[in-house]
């Protein structure tokens, strides 16, 4: 076949963090309610606040960088391997950071 793939990923860490929060957790919290009352609407009183009930979901998570390479389409059954042979070569692996996670293919 010709033609390659580019193969972006990135390496996940024992420290790193996640978590997903739902609007309605968020305004639930009074903190939050009197921060968002106080920066859009400054000097307003009896200020309701309510939200669209779709379970909107906020993710906190660790920023990472991507890292891209590129493949033949032969390869693409060995991505993941050679997804850790890039990291390794490039020294990415450190003490508790040994585990690539794939991000996105794409075809050329």
């Known amino acids: 076949m010709d033609g390659g793939i580019l193969i972006s990923y990135k390496v996940l860490c024992d420290g790193d ?3 997903s929060i739902t609007i309605e957790e968020l ?3 009074e903190k939050v309610l009197r921060l968002i009352k106080s920066e859009f609407a400054p000097g307003h009183r009896n200020i309701d606040i309510s939200f669209d009930k779709n379970n909107t979901t906020i993710q906190l998570a660790t920023q990472k960088d991507i890292q891209t ?3 033949r389409k032969d390869d693409y059954a060995d991505v993941l391997v050679l997804a850790e042979e890039d990291a390794t070569a490039k020294k990415l692996f450190k003490k508790d950071c040994s585990v690539v996670e794939l991000v996105d293919i794409e075809t050329f």
């Open 17 to 19: 963090f996640y978590n």
């Open 27 to 29: 305004l639930k919290n």
């Open 69 to 71: 390479f590129e493949v």
